[in-house]
C-alpha cells in the first residue's frame, strides 16, 4: 500500500500527540443549532435543542448516544444534507447550508453503484462534476492502493466483503481531498473481526490524511479507541450531555482496550447515560 502524504514531524502516530499538543483553532463551530420537523401525525418533534461545540482542525471526534437522540441528524446538518432550524454550523468560517466539496460523508451502508466497477465507484464524485481526466483517475487509483484495493479496481461491488465495500466508501469519500470526514456508523453492520480491523484501518488513513474526522458510533469502546473526545448525546431532544477528553497517548492499537484507563473512560461514558444504562449496557 501506498503513503499518500509524508509528515517529517518526528515519533507519534503521523507525528501527532494529540493529549500534548496545543489546540488548534476550531475548524467547525456549532452554535445553538436546534432541529425540528413533523411527524407523519402532525406532532412536532424536537432532534436537537442547543447544541454547541468547537471542532479543531485534524481532530477525531466520536458521538455517541441512546438511539434517537439525533446523532445521525446532527452529522446531516454537518454534511449540509438537512437544514437546522435554528442556530447555525460554520465550517472554515462559512456557514454551511449545502453540501461541500470540503466535507466528505461515509454512511452505514456502502451505497455503491452495482453496475459501476469499484474504479469508477471511487471516480464517481470527480465525474459528477464532469472531470474524468487522468489525474483524477490516477489520484483515484492511488487512493485504491492506499486502502489495499489496487487489485480490485475493476471487481464489481457484489465481488466484494462488507469490509472491502466500506474501505471504497471511504475511498470515494476522499476523493475530492476534503478536510473533513463525516462517518454515520460506518462498520455498524460488519462482523465484529472485520469491525476491528476497520477501526485500525481508519486511524491509519486518519493520521496520514490529516483529516477532521466526526464519526457517529452506538459503541462505547470504539468511541474511545478512535477519538480525541467523545461527545455524549442526551436522549430526545439531543443535547450535549458531556464531552469526554480520551487521554490515551498515541499510536492506539487493539491492545489499548486492555489498558485500565480504557476501561475507566468506557465507565465514565457509560455512567453519564445516567437513566438510559440499561439501554446501552451491551456496549
Partial sequence: ???LRVRSEASGEGGRHPVSDRPSPALIRIAGLGKRFSSRSGEVVTALSDVNLDIRDNEFISVVGPSGCGKTTLLRILAGLESASSGAVHCGGEIVTKPRSDAGVVFQQAVLLPWNTVLNNVMLPAQLKGDASAA???RAERLLDFMGLKDFARKYPFELSGGMQQRVSICRALMRDPKVL???EPFGAL???TRESMNMELMRVWSEE???VVFITHSIPEAVLLGDR???MSPRPGRI???VEIDIERPRSL???GMPRFGELCDRIRTIFGATAPMVSSL
Fill in 255 to 257: 491492545k489499548t482496550m
Fill in 182 to 184: 463525516l462517518m454515520d
Fill in 1 to 3: 500500500m501506498t503513503q
Fill in 241 to 243: 450531555s458531556e464531552v
Fill in 136 to 138: 483524477t483517475r490516477a
Fill in 191 to 193: 462482523d465484529a473481526m
Fill in 230 to 232: 467523545v461527545i455524549v
Fill in 210 to 212: 490529516r483529516k477532521t
